[in-house]
């Protein structure tokens, strides 16, 4: 309920300043350019679909087996589910819950696919930042500190990871030694032990996560088009690509922050601060960012059938994962 009542504040708010401007009736009067819309729907598919099939090179990379066709189900579901379900479990826990209870053998290994996967998606989300930002500063307005120390950050992550990722997959690094010094501490030390260990599956499937990398980077690339396409959709003043490639990351991680559902607000008021540095009105970016979540509503209804129809596993899954906090 508080985390519904946090976002449901932060959109009234926006909409509220929003309708103290003129721009908010020339938006709702104004000529919308539907074939930018439309493309903004398409490529959502497309990113949304790519992120199933995603996380199901990084199953393949832990050694942990995951059709096309379970994939697919498991992702719509848990994407839906993300719509359905403001509580505790989202739909990425969902899919680990899932993934682990039919494979008993490989229940460490399969939860660690959706942590992965998140974090090569982090990766890259903050590399496409990076690259927004190097030439946005070269080429676009001056920005003001707090975007400059934010870009920096971005090109600190984006080059730093990769060799973080490096380090790890050498022979060697990852050794019994370390993993039982790990075990031995307080509170993580089962946990993180076990992650270890499965660490060599991933680095004998190493080929897998460098592919799923780069369908993180194509998926980005749709993903920061999407909202380009919304922006130019709408009758408002919006900043070029480049721009959204330095802004979307941003405002898609803000809405990760856990007090927000499923980034409600966070998303909207991110963006909107951003527009603001390059020279967009007020209200304008939380417009682009609403547009496109009714987008991503829209994509939902194409794999709500997938929840509707599996309604026992989503409600027994659910079941054993709110009852097992400490499993969770």
């Not at 380009?228 to 490639?245: F, I, R």
């Not at 304008?284 to 009714?294: E, H």
């Amino acid at each position: 309920m508080v985390k519904l009542l946090v976002g449901g504040l932060i959109i009234g708010w926006l909409a509220w300043h929003a309708q103290q401007n003129d721009k908010f009736h020339e938006l709702v009067a104004g000529e919308k350019r539907w074939g930018m819309l439309l493309l903004a729907f398409l490529g959502a598919c497309f990113t949304t679909a790519l992120s199933f099939l995603r996380w199901r090179i990084v199953a393949l990379a832990a050694g942990v087996p995951l059709s096309v066709g379970e994939a697919l189900r498991l992702g719509s579901l848990g994407f839906t589910l993300n719509f359905v379900s403001p509580g505790s479990v989202g739909g990425d826990l969902f899919k680990a819950a899932v993934l682990a209870r039919d494979r008993p053998g490989r229940r460490t290994a399969a939860i660690t696919t959706v942590v992965v996967d998140r974090a090569l998606a982090l990766v890259s989300l903050l590399g496409f930042a990076a690259f927004g930002f190097l030439f946005v500063r070269r080429f676009g307005p001056p920005l003001p500190m707090d975007a400059q120390v934010a870009g920096w950050i971005a090109v600190g992550v984006a080059v730093g990871a990769p060799l973080v990722l490096a380090v790890l997959l050498a022979p060697g690094v990852v050794s019994p030694a370390l993993i039982s010094r790990v075990q031995r501490l307080p509170l993580v030390g089962g946990v993180l032990s076990q992650s270890l260990w499965c660490w060599s599956d991933y680095r004998a499937g190493a080929r897998y996560l460098f592919m799923a990398l780069g369908m993180c980077v194509v998926g980005h690339l749709v993903l920061v088009s999407c909202y380009y396409l919304v922006a130019k959709g709408l009758p408002l003043e919006s900043p070029g690509w480049l721009a959204h490639a330095f802004m979307v990351p941003f405002a898609c991680l803000s809405g990760s922050i856990p007090i927000f559902p499923a980034g409600l607000g966070a998303v909207e008021g991110t963006l909107d601060y951003f527009y603001q540095w390059f020279g967009a009105g007020f209200g304008n970016g939380s417009f682009v960012a609403f547009g496109y979540r009714l987008v991503t509503v829209c994509v939902a209804c194409i794999t709500a059938p997938y929840y509707l129809t599996h309604q026992a596993l989503v409600k027994r899954t659910l079941a054993e994962v709110e009852s097992q906090p400490e499993a969770a």
